[in-house]
T-cell receptor
Framework: DTGVSQDPRHKITKRGQNVTFRCDPI?????LYWYRQTLGQGPEFLTY????????KSRLLSDRFSAERPKGSFSTLEIQRTEQGDSAMYLC???????????????FGEGSWLTVV | GQQVMQIPQYQHVQEGEDFTTYCNSS?????IQWYKQRPGGHPVFLIQ?????EVKKQKRLTFQFGEAKKNSSLHITATQTTDVGTYFC????????????FGAGTRLTVKP
C-alpha cells in the first residue's frame, strides 16, 4: 500500500494527557498537511509542511499543538494537555508541489480518531 | 479569512432522482476540488477544476466552476445507493496557493 498512512487509527486518552500521531505520506510527495475533522463538519486546516519546513499554521493550532517533519518524510502531531474539545479525527494528507496556480490533488490518510475522556 | 460555504447540508433522495450540491466562496479561488467521504471513511479526491466556467463530467457526475471562480456545483444524475456519502468542496484561495479550505459538506442519503 503506497497511500498515506496514519498511526494510531484510534486513541482514547484522559484529559490532561499528551498524545502523538504519526503520518507517513506518499513517498514522492513533498507537501504534508494536517487537518482536523469533527462530526458533521468538513476538514479544518491545521498546518502544512513543504519538505521539512512548516510553512503555515492555522489559528486553530493552539500552543498545545505542535507538528514536526524533521527529515521531510514522516510527520508527527503532538497535542499536550489534551482537552475534551480536542476530540476529533485528525487527518493527514500529502500532495506534490503545485504547478503554478493549478495546485495538486491532496491524498488523505484514513485519519486518527482521538477521544478525550 | 476565506469562507467556503456549501449547501444544502443534507439531501435525501429516492434512487434514480438527481442531486446537486453548491459551493460558494467569499474570495476568488485559483482552483476548486471535490471530495467524497463515505460514512466512517476519509475524504477521497474526485476532481479538480481550474478554469473559469469549466465543466467536467465523470459518468453521472457533472462538475462546474463559476465564471467568477467563486462558486462551483456538483450534479449527480440518476442517483444510486453507491452515491451515499458526504460531498465536500475545497477551494484554494487565489492569494495563497498553499492550502485548501473545505466546505462543511453535503450529506447525501439515497433511498432504494
Amino acid at each position: 500500500d503506497t497511500g498515506v498512512s496514519q498511526d494510531p487509527r484510534h486513541k482514547i486518552t484522559k484529559r490532561g494527557q499528551n498524545v502523538t500521531f504519526r503520518c507517513d505520506p506518499i513517498s514522492e510527495h513533498n507537501r504534508l498537511y494536517w487537518y482536523r475533522q469533527t462530526l458533521g463538519q468538513g476538514p479544518e486546516f491545521l498546518t502544512y509542511f513543504q519538505n521539512e519546513a512548516q510553512l503555515e499554521k492555522s489559528r486553530l493550532l493552539s500552543d498545545r499543538f505542535s507538528a514536526e517533519r524533521p527529515k521531510g518524510s514522516f510527520s508527527t502531531l503532538e497535542i499536550q494537555r489534551t482537552e475534551q474539545g480536542d476530540s476529533a479525527m485528525y487527518l493527514c494528507a500529502s500532495s506534490s508541489r503545485p504547478d503554478g496556480r493549478s495546485g495538486n490533488t491532496i491524498y488523505f490518510g484514513e485519519g486518527s480518531w482521538l477521544t478525550v475522556v | 479569512g476565506q469562507q467556503v460555504m456549501q449547501i444544502p447540508q443534507y439531501q435525501h433522495v429516492q434512487e434514480g432522482e438527481d442531486f446537486t450540491t453548491y459551493c460558494n466562496s467569499s474570495t476568488t479561488l485559483s482552483n476548486i476540488q471535490w471530495y467524497k467521504q463515505r460514512p466512517g471513511g476519509h475524504p477521497v479526491f474526485l476532481i479538480q477544476l481550474v478554469k473559469s466556467g469549466e465543466v467536467k463530467k465523470q459518468k453521472r457526475l457533472t462538475f462546474q466552476f463559476g465564471e467568477a471562480k467563486k462558486n462551483s456545483s456538483l450534479h449527480i444524475t440518476a442517483t444510486q445507493t453507491t452515491d451515499v456519502g458526504t460531498y465536500f468542496c475545497a477551494g484554494r484561495p487565489d492569494y495563497n496557493n498553499n492550502d485548501m479550505r473545505f466546505g462543511a459538506g453535503t450529506r447525501l442519503t439515497v433511498k432504494p
